[in-house]
């Protein structure tokens, strides 16, 4: 069973930074890839970005210079490093993981960008 522990979310003023971890029960080499993704009230869920095995990363155009993900490997941890937020950033962001045919996912943490 893999486990996915979200932390970092909260309430930050627009133009301000937060940095998202996920913490794995195993290591993250065994992963096809790990990614963010985020879910607004009244939308579906949307890849933030994602990074895999080998090291390529990929985002949604909306966060494109704004956002970074990246892992330590020792640690099994991805971060998502989050700078000029915006309003339009506020949803719950989940961390997922791909191993082979099934994707994990965290519960969960939310982030609120307001004044």
């Known amino acids: 069973q893999v486990q996915l522990v979200e932390s970092g979310g909260g309430l930050v003023q627009p133009g301000g930074s937060l940095r998202l971890s996920c913490a794995a029960s195993r290591s993250i080499f065994s992963f096809n890839a790990m990614g963010w993704y985020r879910q607004a009230p009244g939308n579906q869920r949307e890849l933030v970005a994602r990074?895999?095995?080998?090291?390529?990363?990929n985002y949604a155009d909306s966060v494109k210079g704004r956002f970074t993900i990246s892992r330590d490997n020792a640690k099994n941890t991805v971060y998502l490093q989050m700078n000029s937020l915006k309003p339009e950033d506020t949803a719950v962001y989940y961390c997922n993981a791909v191993l082979g045919p099934v994707n994990y996912w965290g519960q969960g943490t939310q982030v609120t960008v307001s004044s």
């Open positions: 990074i895999t095995r080998a090291g390529n990363t």
